[in-house]
């Protein structure tokens, strides 16, 4: 029933409504300068009306819920929006760094000191003999090995300041989805459909952005009122009261998790460079500067000193200082430990072709490796196109066949061939055999017979040639066998198969002498036979000289299964299942393989030689001609020393030679005796610029190289002339110094990755593209901030505190709380009038 105490209820309701109203005005005005708060209002509605005879009497006012100003999609846009500025921002400083490094400033400018380089050499060139020409010389030389050096140090530090910084943000990430997840239990367990934890929804949008800064995210909210957030690439971080963690470890992101039996399981995410925010912005700059990238920065200044070298070093090694060389010489380069890993490719998927990217090396994708068509039982198709795609991936490991030559199934020789002899040459060794038709059988007129006695007679001759009681001077040693074919060894059957022994050996076999009739009948043809997509022996060989060969063929075997490396049990750490395998030195080295030595696809072994001029310490010469040191099949550093010393001792007539090749930790040693010196002349197999004799460089890279001791102690060492033909050293000979000065025009220099270009050309493309990268870094930044700016605005616009609509709310809302008093005075005078009347 409408009455006083209808009113007083009214009056009461009034000024709990309004005075809530003052308290969330008041909690505005209270947080006008929180991050991320979101103004909240109180909404007010009328309270349900009561029914009287006349109508509905309004019993005042109630506070129905307390409203957040929240533009969700200009939130999302922000987020997004705040992973790109940080991703941007953290280039931004990282190239600010790397700039630092490629800085051209006078007088530490790379393009600077290598045209004094070259200046120097020229200058050599006019003055060769001039001892102060060949200090400047070297002492410029040494100014740009420094700068060189200095640059890949501080890169080095760059990288290893960057991954303290990600490392860093990872470990932010894991704190912020951590607080996520509780944040999403508090709300999830305290609200309603009326009464929101919007206090605690903005601390969450403030971590979410806060997270976003980081790695780029994802995120929606489910029915209950959680959020379920997601990195980029789809992994998840936050779901419900649960949450992920990232892991930084050796230069790679990881997602961490748990499965089933929880154990934690680590997944590399592909590319963090993607993932956006500070992280990926760090990670973006780091991809470009650390070791193992022949594309980036560091790689490419590693290339640009590796060409140099090589280039320096190939000309140099083949001159000659003012005297030849009368003390013990040792190669600057030694042969590293090489891990050699080797397996047939399984015929049966011969044809099957492996995707581009669904196989790593050390951490580089793999290019499409096609599939072929088997040939009696060999991959060899696949197996050239599996190594043409590895070497081309440029992952730290030489992918090398060996060469196999099948010829058709011999023909049965009659009995009008009985006792007739053919004769043919393996490598240059004679091979001799009677037929044999009569006796028996089994005998030659059955062709399993025939070829059986062939493949002996082969191996016999080969043998015999090798044997140093038969014939110690002979070299090069013949490292191929001949075997049966049976149908799955890549020829036919009784067919006749020549073959390298060595694992990985390319050397070419060549075959002569079979143009009779009764040699026409073994199905072979004259000729020299590398390796190739054709005549190889399907076997795969991977050999490392930088540490353990890292093959990742996905989560399981099926890929590494094509190239016979799956199932487990290749190394000591294969366990098969995993599409994971990891060998090194432990599980299969080669000792003293010449795949050790940095540059050892520059090696020409295949008709490559150097050639050594040996004169009296009286400085005439002791042999007319040079010593040519054939390089022909040389497999290991052993195959070299004795290759040369057989030749010294062949050519000098002597049973010691007077120049001693020598091993010493991994190192060829060359040691003239007494009455002897020596120098060298024209190289075509590249050993001596490999191995490290007679260079002006050492080391492959912006951080190894340096000067060669034996030009920096000896400045009479620096090879500035050439042997004559007739083998006379001039003091005055520039002809080299005039060779190497034409390197700094040479248009066609070859840097790994197989660009051509001139030294001075490489060097400028790449701080140019540094330059580019940097201007575009900077500029995105600046329209970017522009553009956070303008949706902030637009934000704030909704969601942010005004002081003056504030202090306007509060005033109206003192008026109505004051009006509500005012309704209850009354109401207490009509109270009061009631009562006197009574």
Same mark, same amino acid.
């Given at each position: 029933?409408?009455?006083?105490?209808? @009113?007083?209820?009214?009056?009461?309701?009034?000024?709990?409504?309004?005075?809530?109203?003052?308290?969330?005005? &008041? %909690?505005?005005?209270?947080?006008?300068?929180?991050?991320?708060?979101?103004?909240?209002?109180?909404?007010?509605?009328?309270?349900?009306?009561?029914?009287?005879?006349?109508?509905?009497?309004?019993?005042?006012?109630?506070?129905?819920?307390?409203?957040?100003?929240?533009?969700?999609?200009?939130?999302?846009?922000?987020?997004?929006?705040?992973?790109?500025?940080?991703?941007?921002?953290?280039?931004?400083?990282? #190239?600010?760094?790397?700039?630092?490094?490629?800085?051209?400033?006078?007088?530490?400018? !790379?393009?600077?000191?290598?045209?004094?380089?070259?200046?120097?050499?020229?200058?050599?060139?006019?003055?060769?003999?001039?001892?102060?020409?060949?200090?400047?010389?070297?002492?410029?030389?040494?100014?740009? !090995?420094?700068?060189?050096?200095?640059?890949?140090?501080?890169?080095?530090?760059?990288?290893?300041?960057?991954?303290?910084?990600?490392?860093?943000?990872?470990?932010?990430?894991?704190?912020?989805?951590?607080?996520?997840?509780?944040?999403?239990?508090?709300?999830?367990?305290?609200?309603?459909?009326?009464?929101?934890?919007?206090?605690?929804?903005?601390?969450?949008?403030?971590?979410?952005?806060?997270?976003?800064?980081? /790695?780029?995210?994802?995120?929606?909210?489910?029915?209950?009122?959680?959020?379920?957030?997601?990195?980029?690439?789809?992994?998840?971080?936050?779901?419900?009261?649960?949450?992920?963690?990232?892991?930084?470890?050796?230069?790679?992101?990881?997602?961490? =998790?748990?499965?089933?039996?929880?154990?934690?399981?680590?997944?590399?995410?592909?590319?963090?460079?993607?993932?956006?925010?500070?992280?990926?912005?760090? #990670?973006?700059?780091?991809?470009?500067?650390?070791?193992?990238?022949?594309?980036?920065?560091?790689?490419?200044?590693?290339?640009?000193?590796?060409?140099?070298?090589?280039?320096?070093?190939?000309?140099?090694?083949?001159?000659?200082?003012?005297?030849?060389?009368?003390?013990?010489?040792?190669?600057?380069?030694?042969?590293?430990?090489?891990?050699?890993?080797?397996?047939?490719?399984?015929?049966?998927?011969?044809?099957?072709? @492996?995707?581009?990217?669904?196989?790593?090396?050390?951490?580089?994708?793999?290019?499409?490796?096609?599939?072929?068509?088997?040939?009696?039982?060999?991959?060899?198709?696949?197996?050239?196109?599996?190594?043409?795609?590895?070497?081309?991936?440029?992952?730290?490991?030489?992918?090398?066949?060996?060469?196999?030559?099948?010829?058709?199934?011999?023909?049965?020789?009659?009995?009008?061939?009985?006792? #007739?002899? #053919?004769?043919?040459? /393996?490598?240059?060794?004679?091979?001799?055999?009677?037929?044999?038709?009569?006796?028996?059988?089994?005998?030659?007129?059955?062709?399993?017979?025939?070829?059986?006695?062939?493949?002996?007679?082969?191996?016999?001759?080969?043998?015999?040639?090798?044997?140093?009681?038969?014939?110690?001077?002979?070299?090069?040693?013949?490292?191929?066998?001949? /075997?049966?074919?049976?149908?799955?060894?890549?020829?036919?059957?009784?067919?006749?198969?020549?073959?390298?022994?060595?694992?990985?050996?390319?050397?070419?076999?060549?075959?002569?002498?079979?143009?009779?009739?009764?040699?026409?009948?073994?199905?072979?043809?004259?000729?020299?036979?590398?390796?190739?997509?054709? %005549?190889?022996?399907?076997?795969?060989?991977?050999?490392?000289?930088?540490?353990?060969?890292?093959?990742?063929? &996905?989560?399981?075997?099926?890929?590494?299964?094509?190239?016979?490396?799956?199932?487990?049990?290749?190394?000591?750490?294969?366990?098969?299942?995993?599409?994971?395998?990891?060998?090194?030195?432990?599980?299969?080295?080669?000792?003293?393989?010449?795949?050790?030595?940095?540059?050892?696809?520059?090696?020409?072994?295949?008709?490559?030689?150097?050639?050594?001029?040996?004169?009296?310490?009286?400085?005439?010469?002791?042999?007319?001609?040079?010593?040519?040191? =054939?390089?022909?099949?040389?497999?290991?550093?052993?195959? !070299?020393?004795?290759?040369?010393?057989?030749?010294?001792?062949?050519?000098?007539?002597?049973?010691?030679?007077?120049?001693?090749?020598?091993?010493?930790?991994?190192?060829?040693?060359?040691?003239?005796?007494?009455?002897?010196?020596?120098?060298?002349?024209?190289? *075509?197999?590249?050993?001596?610029?490999?191995?490290?004799?007679?260079?002006?460089? *050492?080391?492959?890279?912006?951080?190894?190289?340096?000067?060669?001791?034996?030009?920096?102690?000896?400045?009479?060492?620096?090879?500035?002339?050439?042997?004559?033909?007739?083998?006379?050293?001039?003091?005055?000979?520039?002809?080299?110094?005039?060779?190497?000065?034409?390197?700094?025009?040479?248009?066609?220099?070859?840097?790994?990755?197989?660009?051509?270009?001139?030294?001075?050309?490489?060097?400028?493309?790449?701080?140019?593209?540094? &330059?580019?990268?940097?201007?575009?870094?900077?500029?995105?930044?600046?329209?970017?901030?522009?553009?956070?700016?303008?949706?902030?605005?637009?934000?704030?616009?909704?969601?942010?505190?005004?002081?003056?609509?504030?202090?306007?709310?509060?005033?109206?809302?003192?008026?109505?709380?004051?009006?509500?008093?005012?309704?209850?005075?009354?109401?207490?005078?009509?109270?009061?009038?009631?009562?006197?009347?009574?």
């Amino acid at each position: 029933m409408a009455g006083i105490s209808q @009113i007083l209820n009214t009056a009461k309701e009034a000024l709990l409504a309004h005075q809530q109203a003052v308290a969330v005005a &008041g %909690h505005n005005i209270a947080n006008v300068d929180t991050p991320g708060y979101s103004r909240q209002t109180l909404t007010l509605g009328a309270a349900i009306s009561s029914p009287e005879g006349n109508g509905f009497f309004g019993n005042g006012v109630r506070g129905i819920e307390i409203y957040r100003h929240y533009d969700q999609f200009m939130v999302k846009r922000l987020t997004d929006q705040n992973s790109t500025l940080s991703d941007l921002e953290a280039q931004q400083k990282s #190239m600010g760094m790397v700039e630092t490094t490629f800085n051209e400033v006078p007088g530490l400018a !790379v393009n600077e000191l290598m045209s004094e380089f070259w200046a120097s050499w020229q200058d050599l060139a006019s003055y060769p003999e001039d001892m102060s020409t060949r200090s400047v010389m070297v002492q410029n030389a040494e100014v740009l !090995v420094n700068q060189l050096r200095s640059m890949a140090t501080e890169l080095a530090d760059t990288t290893s300041e960057l991954s303290v910084n990600i490392s860093s943000a990872v470990n932010d990430v894991n704190s912020l989805t951590g607080q996520l997840a509780q944040l999403n239990e508090q709300i999830v367990t305290s609200e309603t459909d009326y009464n929101k934890q919007n206090d605690l929804r903005d601390q969450r949008d403030t971590l979410l952005k806060e997270l976003s800064g980081y /790695v780029e995210v994802n995120y929606f909210e489910t029915s209950s009122g959680a959020y379920t957030v997601l990195m980029k690439d789809g992994h998840t971080l936050v779901e419900s009261n649960a949450s992920w963690q990232l892991d930084w470890q050796d230069d790679k992101l990881q997602w961490v =998790s748990y499965n089933g039996k929880n154990i934690k399981m680590k997944t590399a995410i592909a590319n963090g460079s993607e993932l956006g925010g500070s992280i990926g912005g760090s #990670m973006a700059v780091y991809d470009e500067i650390k070791p193992g990238v022949p594309e980036n920065y560091l790689g490419r200044l590693d290339a640009l000193a590796n060409a140099m070298i090589r280039e320096v070093n190939q000309l140099h090694s083949q001159g000659v200082g003012l005297t030849p060389f009368s003390e013990k010489l040792t190669s600057a380069e030694p042969l590293e430990t090489t891990t050699l890993l080797t397996k047939a490719i399984d015929a049966g998927h011969a044809t099957e072709s @492996i995707a581009a990217g669904s196989l790593t090396i050390n951490d580089r994708p793999i290019g499409k490796i096609d599939g072929g068509t088997a040939v009696y039982g060999l991959a060899q198709a696949k197996t050239y196109n599996a190594a043409q795609a590895i070497n081309n991936a440029i992952a730290g490991v030489q992918a090398r066949l060996t060469t196999q030559v099948t010829g058709n199934a011999v023909s049965p020789m009659g009995a009008a061939e009985d006792g #007739m002899s #053919m004769s043919f040459q /393996v490598n240059g060794i004679d091979v001799n055999y009677t037929i044999n038709t009569t006796s028996g059988p089994p005998n030659d007129s059955d062709t399993a017979t025939l070829a059986a006695n062939i493949a002996s007679a082969v191996n016999q001759a080969i043998q015999a040639y090798n044997n140093p009681a038969n014939s110690p001077e002979n070299i090069p040693k013949i490292t191929i066998e001949a /075997v049966i074919g049976n149908g799955i060894n890549g020829g036919v059957e009784n067919s006749i198969i020549f073959r390298n022994t060595n694992k990985g050996d390319e050397s070419r076999i060549i075959l002569d002498g079979f143009d009779t009739a009764n040699e026409l009948k073994l199905g072979l043809t004259n000729g020299s036979y590398a390796a190739d997509a054709a %005549h190889n022996t399907g076997e795969l060989s991977l050999f490392s000289n930088k540490g353990a060969i890292e093959i990742n063929g &996905g989560s399981d075997d099926r890929i590494l299964d094509q190239l016979g490396l799956g199932g487990g049990n290749i190394s000591r750490t294969d366990e098969g299942g995993d599409g994971q395998l990891v060998v090194d030195a432990e599980d299969n080295s080669v000792l003293l393989s010449m795949m050790g030595y940095d540059y050892s696809d520059e090696l020409q072994t295949d008709g490559g030689s150097f050639k050594i001029w040996i004169y009296n310490s009286d400085n005439t010469l002791a042999l007319p001609q040079p010593v040519e040191v =054939s390089l022909e099949r040389a497999y290991t550093l052993r195959d !070299v020393v004795d290759a040369i010393n057989i030749s010294i001792t062949n050519a000098s007539g002597q049973s010691s030679p007077w120049v001693v090749a020598s091993i010493e930790d991994n190192k060829l040693v060359l040691t003239p005796d007494a009455n002897h010196q020596f120098a060298f002349g024209e190289d *075509t197999s590249n050993f001596l610029a490999t191995a490290g004799l007679n260079t002006f460089f *050492t080391g492959s890279s912006a951080s190894s190289i340096a000067i060669n001791e034996v030009v920096g102690k000896d400045l009479d060492n620096i090879a500035a002339g050439t042997v004559t033909l007739t083998g006379q050293i001039y003091a005055g000979d520039q002809s080299n110094a005039l060779v190497i000065t034409n390197i700094q025009r040479d248009e066609n220099v070859r840097f790994t990755g197989g660009t051509q270009d001139t030294l001075d050309g490489f060097y400028n493309t790449l701080v140019g593209d540094i &330059g580019i990268k940097s201007r575009t870094v900077e500029r995105d930044y600046e329209y970017n901030t522009l553009i956070t700016d303008q949706m902030t605005a637009m934000k704030d616009a909704t969601s942010g505190v005004s002081l003056d609509e504030e202090m306007a709310d509060l005033i109206k809302f003192q008026q109505a709380y004051t009006a509500a008093t005012k309704l209850i005075t009354s109401s207490d005078e009509m109270m009061q009038s009631l009562l006197q009347a009574v």
